[in-house]
């Protein structure tokens, strides 16, 4: 049986014998296509990290955002072996799966809403230089003001999913001379992201926000960060 396999295969060839899917809750997608390759064409054959699906499979349908995350070679009798590779990404050809929200009870948290806060878990296009500056989504500023200051806001909606609306429209609001509150509804307090293939796998909080702003002990007695 290798023999006959080995006969089949020229130099720096591979034949597909099976492919896997998997969808995580987020809707990034795993593929995983299993080969046949002579054992001496190992080093030459197995794809770099981030090489497209469209580029390197053999499938009949091929896929231009689903990227080599892994790569792996085992090798079996008969001058041959199995080599596994793990494409990550998506396979539709636009768009991005909805994105999920969780809701958080914390202590402490709530303003004029519940004491929650909102974690939004979703898969983005953007640059890690884009992301890292609170830009959630495409053609979005990275940012919310009034006045002087500003917060990143959540956004109204993200990747076609409605986001939760603020308990309350921000607002500006001045106490004569002793100094004035910003509020800011529902405002960005941690990201964090990790890169799959040619996508961020995103994470996003927000809780209430208000900052105060005049005489010292009112700002600290208003603020809440």
């Known amino acids: 049986m290798a023999a006959s396999i080995l006969g089949a295969l020229s130099s720096g060839s591979k034949i597909l014998r099976r492919s896997e899917y998997s969808r995580e809750i987020v809707g990034l997608e795993t593929l995983t296509e299993t080969y046949t390759i002579r054992t001496a064409d190992r080093q030459t054959i197995l794809p770099l990290k981030d090489v ?11 896929f231009t955002r689903m990227a080599v995350e892994t790569a792996a070679v085992r090798e079996q009798d008969g001058d041959i072996s199995e080599m596994t590779i793990t494409y990550v990404g998506l396979t539709s050809e636009t768009s991005l799966p909805p994105a999920q929200i969780k809701y958080i009870p914390t202590t402490g948290a709530g303003i004029y809403g519940a004491p929650i806060t909102i974690e939004i878990s979703f898969v983005t296009d953007l640059t890690e230089s884009e992301f890292a500056s609170g830009q959630l989504k495409k053609n979005l500023p990275p940012e919310h003001r009034l ?3 500003y917060q990143i806001t959540i956004p109204s909606e993200l990747n076609g999913t409605i986001m939760p609306n603020h308990p309350q429209q921000p607002f500006q609001k001045t106490y004569g001379l002793i100094g004035g509150i910003t509020y800011w509804g529902y405002s960005l307090d941690t990201l964090d992201s990790v890169r799959r293939g040619q996508f961020l796998l995103a994470r996003a909080v927000f809780k209430e926000k208000q900052t105060g702003y005049g005489d010292p002990a009112f700002v600290a007695a208003f603020t809440r960060l």
């Open 52 to 62: 497209t699906h469209s580029a390197f499979s053999t499938a009949s349908t091929k």
């Open 147 to 149: 006045g002087g200051a």
